[in-house]
C-alpha cells in the first residue's frame, strides 16, 4: 500500500470555526489531491499539488485553500467552516500527472460541521 | 458539462457474472480508470483503458468503446468480499479525473 496518511481521520467543528487537515506521503510522489466525497456524488477535486508550492483549484475550490511547503505534506484549510463543507475528505497521491496517473488515496478524514 | 453514468445500485449472487456500465460525456478523453471502494474505506485502483478493447485482469474485467462513450466492468466468479461500491473516472482533456457517483454492488449468497 502507498504511505499516504491523512489527520485528524475524524473531525466535529462548529460553523465560522477554521479547519485544518493534513496529508502526508512517504512515496515522494509529485502530483498531490484534495476530494470530498458526498452521498449521490462522485468524488469531487477540491485542490491539487503538482510540486513544492505549484497548486492550483479544481471543480469544487471556493471556501477552501491548500499549501504544500514540502514533497511529503498537502495541507487543506477550511477558512471558515460552513454546514456545506461536512463530507469526506480524501487525499491523493500520483507519481505522475498525465495521461496514466493511477491515483493512490489516503484512508480519508470524516468532517462535520455543526 | 461533463458528465459520468452509473446505476446508483445492482444486486448479483455469489459465483455469478455482473456488468456494470458507465457512459460518459466529458471535454476530451485521455482515458477511463475503474476504483473500487469498500464501505467507509479509500477507493483502490482497478483498471485503466484507454483504448477500445477489452482488458482482463484476473476475475476482472473492462472494457471500453470511445466512439460511443461508453465502458463496462465485468467481474466474474463473484465472492462476498466483491460487495463495494465501483467507480467509474473519465481523464479529460485538461488531465483532470471527472468521477461518477459510483456503483454500490451487493452481493448475495
Known amino acids: 500500500d502507498a504511505g499516504i496518511t491523512q489527520s485528524p481521520r475524524h473531525k466535529v467543528t462548529e460553523t465560522g470555526t477554521p479547519v485544518t487537515l493534513r496529508c502526508h506521503q512517504t512515496e515522494n510522489h509529485r502530483y498531490m489531491y484534495w476530494y470530498r466525497q458526498d452521498p449521490g456524488h462522485g468524488l469531487r477535486l477540491i485542490h491539487y499539488?503538482?510540486?513544492?508550492?505549484?497548486?492550483d483549484k479544481g471543480e469544487v475550490s471556493d471556501g477552501y485553500s491548500v499549501s504544500r511547503s514540502k514533497t511529503e505534506d498537502f495541507l487543506l484549510t477550511l477558512e471558515s467552516a460552513t454546514s456545506s463543507q461536512t463530507s469526506v475528505y480524501f487525499c491523493a497521491i500520483s507519481e505522475v500527472g498525465g495521461s496514466y496517473n493511477e491515483q493512490f488515496f489516503g484512508p480519508g478524514t470524516r468532517l462535520t460541521v455543526l | 458539462g461533463q458528465n459520468i453514468d452509473q446505476p446508483t445500485e445492482m444486486t448479483a449472487t455469489e459465483g455469478a457474472i455482473v456488468q456494470i456500465n458507465c457512459t460518459y460525456q466529458?471535454?476530451?478523453?485521455?482515458?477511463l480508470f475503474w476504483y473500487q471502494q469498500h464501505a467507509g474505506e479509500a477507493p483502490t485502483f482497478l483498471s485503466y483503458?484507454?483504448l477500445d478493447g477489452l482488458e482482463e485482469k484476473g476475475r476482472f474485467s473492462s472494457f471500453l468503446s470511445r466512439s460511443k462513450g461508453y465502458s463496462y466492468l465485468l467481474l466474474k466468479e463473484l465472492q462476498m468480499k466483491d460487495s463495494a461500491s465501483y467507480l467509474c473516472a473519465v481523464l479529460d482533456s485538461n488531465y483532470q479525473l471527472i468521477w461518477g457517483a459510483g456503483t454500490k454492488l451487493i452481493i448475495k449468497p
Open positions: 466529458t471535454s476530451g478523453f485521455n482515458g
Open positions: 499539488s503538482y510540486g513544492v508550492k505549484d497548486t
Open positions: 483503458n484507454v
